[in-house]
């Protein structure tokens, strides 16, 4: 098998850690595998170059953030690569632009447009593990850029996917995907395998394991991915194709979102347009809008209650304002103390009763439900904020996710 196995800041925070990885890349090379390894740097190493460049500049030019932060990676690429050579494996190490990873021009949030494998397979050719600085890649100029939060874990995918690997392993110090967060409900399970879809609303609705945006390219690039971690031989999570699991439970996991902001405008104008100037300003302001309502009032104008991430709601505070004043809003207000609790699963699609039941769930606990957002294979609702660990337990319990 071709394996690519990714390693999170925490499994190699320090020199100890990465001679562990090191053991579990040897064991894996041992077990007749060949071995992509893409590393992020070492733990808290990030944020000491960021206090560096910090200390001569409160704006340095994003490219030469670039250029500094990806030497992290580098780093850990490098002492790593230099252990497995002990240990007599060949091994060499690769930036972002050796193992071909290019990108578009955006600095410090760059995408990746293309790989180029050939450097790459030819090392593995020659017997050796490759050992790649994740995070970073090179535009069309030549110039150094990084893929922004979560890169790492994004370099992974897109070279699994490049390479045509058999399996993608992001090892993190967490051992999987469970069925809610275990601090919240002790009696949360491991799940063993989880679609792509279910998995991407699980991140966007809370669950911090993987980030969306590694989840979207493993699906489009048809890779099998595993979630693990790097302190125990437990196994992981599969993420991969709906098809490829054979038993899909009606409801897969239970996820809270407590970085929600609810605001309602009230008498919106009642004229052709007003919603779509108000969220297009809201866009443009690069706020991020969630679940929306609007009711008509019996005057004719119309309310309209819609959520934010917390670190957006001073920006649509400031778009909102401009309403105010030109009339077309009577009056505004702010709820920061909500949350969302969601309920996933693939199996909703072919199962009845399964929003009744939440509904019911939460009555019995009388907690009210603000709002409600549904798709294909989730049910999101706004509650009040006191109320979110009681509502994730609840749930749990009521669909049975811990049997």
Same mark, same amino acid.
């Given at each position: 098998?071709?394996?690519?196995?990714?390693?999170?800041?925490?499994?190699?925070?320090?020199?100890?850690?990465?001679?562990?990885?090191?053991?579990?890349?040897?064991?894996?090379?041992?077990?007749?595998?060949?071995?992509?390894?893409?590393?992020?740097?070492?733990?808290?190493?990030?944020?000491?170059?960021?206090?560096?460049?910090?200390?001569?500049?409160?704006?340095?030019?994003?490219?030469?953030?670039?250029?500094?932060?990806?030497?992290?990676?580098?780093?850990?690429?490098?002492?790593?690569?230099?252990?497995?050579?002990?240990?007599?494996?060949?091994?060499?190490?690769?930036?972002?632009?050796?193992?071909?990873?290019?990108?578009?021009?955006?600095?410090?949030?760059?995408? &990746?447009?293309?790989? /180029? =494998? $050939?450097?790459?397979?030819? !090392?593995?050719?020659?017997? *050796? +593990?490759?050992?790649?600085?994740?995070?970073?890649?090179?535009?069309?100029?030549?110039?150094?850029?990084?893929?922004?939060?979560?890169?790492?874990?994004?370099?992974?995918?897109?070279?699994?996917?490049?390479?045509?690997?058999?399996?993608?392993?992001?090892?993190?110090?967490?051992?999987? &995907?469970?069925?809610? /967060? =275990? $601090?919240?409900?002790?009696? !949360?399970?491991?799940?063993? *395998? +989880?679609?792509?879809?279910?998995?991407?609303?699980?991140?966007?609705?809370?669950?911090?394991?993987?980030?969306?945006?590694?989840?979207?390219?493993?699906?489009?690039?048809?890779?099998?991915?595993?979630?693990?971690?790097?302190?125990?031989?437990?196994?992981?999570?599969?993420?991969?194709?709906?098809?490829?699991?054979?038993?899909?439970?009606?409801?897969?996991?239970?996820?809270?979102? *407590?970085?929600?902001?609810?605001?309602?405008?009230?008498?919106?104008?009642?004229?052709?347009?007003?919603?779509?100037?108000?969220?297009?300003?809201?866009?443009?302001?690069?706020?991020?809008?969630?679940?929306?309502?609007?009711?008509?009032?019996?005057?004719?104008?119309?309310?309209?209650?819609?959520?934010?991430?917390?670190?957006?709601?001073?920006?649509?505070?400031?778009?909102?304002?401009?309403?105010?004043?030109?009339?077309?809003?009577?009056?505004?207000?702010?709820?920061?103390?909500?949350?969302?609790?969601?309920?996933?699963?693939?199996?909703?699609?072919?199962?009845?009763?399964?929003?009744?039941?939440?509904?019911?769930?939460?009555?019995?606990?009388?907690?009210?439900?603000?709002?409600?957002?549904?798709?294909?294979?989730?049910?999101?609702?706004?509650?009040?904020?006191?109320?979110?660990?009681?509502?994730?337990?609840?749930?749990?319990?009521?669909?049975?996710?811990?049997?």
């Amino acid at each position: 098998m071709l394996i690519v196995q990714k390693f999170g800041g925490t499994s190699v925070g320090d020199l100890d850690r990465i001679s562990n990885v090191a053991a579990r890349v040897s064991r894996t090379k041992k077990e007749g595998n060949d071995v992509i390894v893409v590393v992020s740097a070492m733990s808290g190493e990030t944020n000491k170059l960021v206090g560096y460049a910090e200390h001569f500049s409160k704006n340095p030019a994003k490219a030469e953030m670039d250029m500094l932060l990806s030497s992290g990676e580098r780093v850990t690429a490098s002492l790593l690569s230099i252990a497995l050579n002990e240990m007599g494996h060949p091994c060499v190490s690769m930036t972002g632009r050796k193992a071909g990873i290019l990108t578009d021009n955006l600095h410090t949030k760059a995408r &990746i447009e293309e790989i /180029d =494998p $050939r450097v790459m397979k030819s !090392a593995l050719d020659e017997g *050796k +593990i490759i050992v790649v600085a994740g995070f970073q890649g090179v535009n069309e100029h030549g110039d150094v850029t990084t893929l922004g939060r979560g890169g790492s874990d994004l370099s992974a995918v897109a070279i699994a996917g490049a390479i045509e690997a058999d399996l993608c392993e992001i090892y993190t110090d967490v051992s999987g &995907i469970y069925t809610t /967060d =275990p $601090r919240i409900e002790p009696k !949360a399970k491991k799940l063993d *395998k +989880i679609s792509y879809d279910e998995m991407l609303e699980l991140a966007s609705l809370g669950a911090k394991v993987l980030q969306n945006r590694s989840v979207e390219l493993a699906k489009k690039l048809n890779v099998n991915l595993v979630t693990r971690t790097s302190f125990s031989d437990e196994p992981g999570t599969l993420i991969t194709k709906e098809e490829n699991i054979m038993e899909k439970p009606v409801v897969s996991g239970i996820a809270l979102d *407590k970085n929600q902001a609810r605001i309602s405008l009230m008498g919106v104008a009642d004229r052709p347009g007003i919603a779509s100037e108000v969220f297009t300003k809201l866009a443009n302001s690069d706020v991020n809008v969630d679940m929306i309502i609007q009711n008509k009032a019996h005057d004719g104008t119309t309310n309209i209650d819609f959520t934010v991430p917390m670190n957006d709601l001073s920006a649509a505070k400031e778009v909102v304002s401009v309403f105010l004043k030109n009339n077309d809003i009577e009056a505004e207000s702010y709820n920061d103390k909500i949350c969302k609790v969601s309920i996933v699963g693939v199996g909703m699609k072919s199962h009845t009763g399964v929003a009744a039941k939440a509904f019911s769930t939460l009555a019995q606990e009388n907690i009210n439900i603000n709002m409600i957002s549904t798709s294909e294979i989730k049910l999101s609702m706004i509650i009040d904020d006191k109320y979110a660990e009681l509502a994730v337990r609840s749930l749990h319990n009521a669909y049975e996710l811990d049997k």
